[in-house]
């Protein structure tokens, strides 16, 4: 199992879900689910095999021995089956910050996409605020996806920001809506 220098805890659960540091068998079933739901992530062009070996090699196996990574991924756990993966990207150390970065199976968005996002938001939480002291988390999203919104604010988050206009998306322009929560 990967471990993360930078925690003491590396396995976060709730039931019979948990997230655990990114696992090297999971990194394929990632790349097809980044590839299928590209329209909604800040990926420009679908992932091959070798990019996705080379990623993992140079930026997340890295990750694991640094103090303070810049992110901490994690695969996504049901019944010990991967079904997802996500972390804290862009983590800020100084200001203790970070993005929240998930995506799920393609399969189980139309029909779980709530319920898994929820699941989740708690373990994510837990990672955050509780074993980081981190002050805010917040999620950066393409205003692709507002029933996203709705379930962030079943979990006290709020609107932080609208980016007008942001970002081109298959020749339209779109805003990002960044949603947050601060531990008080």
Same mark, same amino acid.
């Given at each position: 199992?990967?471990?993360? %220098?930078?925690?003491?805890?590396?396995?976060?659960?709730? @039931?019979?879900?948990?997230?655990?540091?990114?696992?090297?068998?999971?990194? !394929?079933?990632?790349? /097809?689910?980044?590839? $299928?739901?590209?329209?909604? +992530?800040?990926?420009?062009?679908?992932?091959?095999?070798?990019?996705?070996?080379?990623?993992?090699?140079? =930026?997340?196996?890295?990750?694991?021995? $640094?103090?303070?990574?810049?992110?901490?991924?994690?695969?996504?756990? /049901?019944?010990?089956?991967?079904?997802?993966? @996500? @972390?804290?990207?862009?983590?800020?150390?100084?200001?203790?910050?970070? $993005?929240?970065?998930?995506?799920?199976?393609? %399969? +189980?968005?139309?029909?779980? !996409?709530?319920?898994?996002?929820?699941? *989740?938001?708690?373990? &994510?939480?837990?990672? @955050?605020?509780?074993? #980081?002291?981190?002050?805010?988390?917040? =999620?950066?999203?393409?205003? +692709?996806?507002?029933? +996203? *919104?709705?379930? #962030?604010?079943?979990?006290? *988050?709020?609107?932080?920001?609208?980016?007008?206009?942001?970002?081109?998306?298959?020749?339209?322009?779109?805003? =990002? =809506? &960044?949603?947050?929560?601060?531990?008080?």
């Amino acid at each position: 199992m990967n471990t993360f %220098k930078a925690l003491n805890k590396q396995i976060f659960s709730s @039931g019979s879900f948990y997230i655990t540091p990114i696992r090297n068998e999971d990194k !394929f079933k990632i790349m /097809k689910w980044r590839n $299928e739901q590209i329209y909604h +992530l800040r990926q420009s062009e679908p992932i091959t095999i070798d990019k996705q070996k080379i990623y993992f090699e140079k =930026v997340i196996n890295p990750s694991f021995n $640094e103090q303070q990574p810049q992110q901490m991924l994690f695969s996504f756990m /049901k019944n010990d089956k991967c079904i997802g993966y @996500g @972390g804290l990207v862009h983590i800020n150390w100084i200001d203790k910050n970070a $993005e929240i970065s998930f995506i799920i199976d393609t %399969k +189980l968005e139309k029909d779980f !996409f709530e319920f898994f996002w929820l699941k *989740y938001l708690e373990l &994510i939480e837990d990672l @955050g605020f509780n074993e #980081l002291k981190f002050k805010k988390l917040y =999620v950066y999203a393409f205003d +692709l996806r507002p029933h +996203l *919104y709705d379930i #962030l604010e079943k979990k006290q *988050y709020f609107l932080d920001a609208r980016l007008k206009n942001h970002c081109k998306i298959h020749n339209n322009f779109k805003d =990002v =809506v &960044i949603y947050s929560k601060i531990k008080l």
